[in-house]
Nanobody, 125 residues
Framework: QVQLVESGGGLVQAGGSLRLSCAAS????????MGWFRQAPGKEREFVAA????????YYADFVKGRFTISREYGKNTVYLQMNSLKPEDTAVYYC??????????????????WGQGTQVTVSS
């Protein structure tokens, strides 16, 4: 069992930056690949970024490439999403999620077993 708690959301102007954090419980953080998904009002949840359990691979949705960076810190059991050059269309609830080490399709929601409660990100124009 893995518990995930997100933080760092808020209100920011277009062009600004935010860094989301996700703290994971348990001693097996290093055996999980981690991801971020988001859901805007009236839309389905969509993939944003993911990082492999050994940090050897990172994956991004096309709409965030060059603007967002995912990273993880094993000593703190934490994964981060640095978001720069934010746009109003980035407004959404952002969810942290964890997938067991044997899962490979890290852009697919069903590969992830554990989810946080989400943190709201609002970008004003």
């Amino acid at each position: 069992q893995v518990q995930l708690v997100e933080s760092g959301g808020g209100l920011v102007q277009a062009g600004g930056s935010l860094r989301l954090s996700c703290a994971a419980s348990g001693r097996t953080f290093s055996t999980y690949s981690m991801g971020w998904f988001r859901q805007a009002p009236g839309k389905e949840r969509e993939f944003v970024a993911a990082i492999g359990w050994s940090s050897d691979s990172t994956y991004y949705a096309d709409f965030v490439k060059g603007r967002f960076t995912i990273s993880r810190e094993y000593g703190k059991n934490t994964v981060y999403l640095q978001m720069n050059s934010l746009k109003p269309e980035d407004t959404a609830v952002y969810y942290c999620t964890a997938a067991p080490v044997n899962r490979r399709r890290l852009k697919v929601e069903s590969e992830f077993d554990y989810w946080g409660q989400g943190t709201q990100v609002t970008v004003s124009s």
